[in-house]
């Protein structure tokens, strides 16, 4: 053997012992394996433990009591939820309307086509002749969207998923889908599958709340029928969108907003409207400064609105200088209120100036107020058409970014930021039918919300300053979005 490679000795050959088994102990434990399986799934659905026992109480007490038990039982029970249902709504859709539409919709629409629509959307891996297919895990429902937890197999991301988002949409007979991450779970997933859309009726404005600097202002509608509150303090925000997108809707609503904060003298609004105060004159009486531009100025149409940015700058050094030691974070109050620059039209403060001294005042002042202003209490709000960078060189300044309904897919990489597309942000595909539906993108959340923004008319704008603070959340309060993450 350690000189040649050839072998005389023929090898040996193992004839192993015939076993005869009886075929009822096969089929016997072939049923056992089954019913074990079976006893798995019942304890670890409490919805299945639950129909079991209510089963078995119900005939027990059908035969060893008397009927009437069951039966009145089952009336009392009815009342109540009837009861609920009348008297507080909210709490009975939540906790019991939406429980039971999850568990029908769970067993009836996604787990009896669930092998299926993985399969056919290329998500099941195939190893050694076994078929692994991820694991649906929860479905949760609202009135308008199910969102469907999955385990996903090991090497799968969640590019995987939306890459055949709308395969899956369409196997289970939604309108939409989105991928979404869940925090804290990096295996798990959850498919968001719009079944009725919120968005396609025009939002009416939400009464203002008292605690829209701390926990959000309410300015839109969530797909999943959520209020979303946008944060303003301590958060610059841009707005990009096409002409007629509603640009407008998303100033009006946090003007609306913050209009009783402006009244109590916690917010002062900075407006700058280069188109000679067409836009946003309406809300006049509640800015605390106002530049529209002035055709006659002896310094330029455009110095007035310089003036206002370096006015902005002059305030904000003051307070590094008031509050260097003492916090680190601005916190608003009468002496100190937060200052809200909105800027209607950023291009023309940064593209299409003429002057090029006003246009390095104007660049200069923009470019120190979003690096340093957040801190001291001076936000930016910024409402652009073009979102390219040599119109917004300082683009990638904004924490916060909503893009409405844009002319090309790649500006939505460019407001949202790379990747945001893949993730269902398709806002080059919003129809022109529907003004103020866009996406909101906040830096640390990984995927975008949609979102259609309140509707201000002009008698709703000059109504603002004069409603009442509501002490809390205006609508549904268990359903509130403050950046995207559900409060």
Not at 298 to 307: F, I, V
Not at 355 to 374: M, N, P, T
Request: with cysteine; glycine share 10%; charged share 25%.
């Amino acid at each position: 053997m350690g000189l040649s490679l050839v072998r005389a000795d023929r090898p040996a050959r193992f004839y192993p012992e015939v076993v005869r088994v009886s075929l009822w102990l096969v089929v016997g434990v072939w049923l056992a394996r089954r019913l074990l399986r079976l006893l798995v799934i019942i304890l670890r659905s409490p919805t299945a433990v639950t129909i079991i026992v209510v089963g078995v109480a119900v005939r027990a007490g059908w035969r060893l009591v008397s009927p009437a038990l069951p039966i009145g039982i089952t009336a009392g029970l009815i009342v109540v939820l009837v009861v609920w249902r009348w008297r507080w709504p909210v709490s009975f859709e939540k906790h019991a309307y939406c429980r039971a539409r999850g568990w029908l919709r769970g067993g009836w629409v996604y787990r009896r086509r669930w092998t299926t629509a993985m399969a056919t959307a290329g998500l099941t891996k195939d190893r050694l002749g076994v078929d692994y297919v991820p694991p649906l895990l929860r479905v949760r429902s609202t009135r308008t969207l199910d969102r469907v937890t999955v385990r996903m197999l090991a090497g799968q991301t969640l590019e995987d998923y939306g890459s055949v988002a709308d395969r899956l949409a369409q196997a289970f007979g939604a309108a939409d889908c989105r991928v979404r991450s869940i925090a804290r779970r990096r295996h798990q997933l959850e498919l968001w599958l719009l079944i009725n859309d919120p968005l396609a009726e025009i939002v009416r404005p939400f009464p203002p709340v008292a605690d829209c600097l701390t926990n959000g202002i309410p300015v839109a509608r969530a797909e999943d029928g959520s209020i979303y509150r946008l944060r303003v303090a301590g958060h610059h925000l841009l707005v990009s969108g096409a002409t007629g997108s509603g640009k407008g809707s998303v100033i009006s609503a946090v003007i609306g907003g913050l209009s009783v904060q402006v009244a109590a003298g916690l917010v002062e609004l900075w407006v700058i409207d280069p188109k000679g105060g067409m836009e946003l004159a309406g809300a006049r009486h509640l800015f605390a400064r106002f530049a529209y531009g002035d055709s006659t100025a002896d310094g330029g149409y455009e110095a007035s609105l310089a003036q206002l940015l370096e006015d902005a700058v002059k305030a904000m050094r003051e307070r590094q200088d008031r509050l260097r030691g003492v916090t680190r974070l601005h916190t608003p109050s009468t002496a100190e209120p937060l200052i809200v620059l909105i800027i209607d039209e950023l291009a023309a403060l940064t593209a299409w100036v003429n002057d090029r001294v006003i246009k390095r005042r104007i660049e200069s002042a923009l470019g120190l107020l979003l690096s340093q202003g957040r801190a001291v209490g001076v936000v930016v709000i910024g409402a652009v058409q073009d979102p390219r960078k040599d119109v917004i060189p300082q683009r990638d300044l904004f924490p916060t970014r909503t893009a409405l309904r844009l002319n090309e897919a790649e500006h939505v990489t460019l407001v949202l930021g790379p990747g945001a597309r893949n993730r269902g942000a398709y806002a080059d595909l919003i129809p022109d039918s529907l003004p103020g539906v866009g996406y909101v993108m906040v830096d640390g959340i990984a995927e975008p919300i949609r979102v259609r923004f309140c509707y201000y008319t002009d008698d709703d704008i000059a109504d603002l300053g004069r409603q009442k603070p509501h002490g809390g959340t205006p609508d549904r309060p268990e359903l509130v979005l403050i950046e995207g993450t559900a409060a």
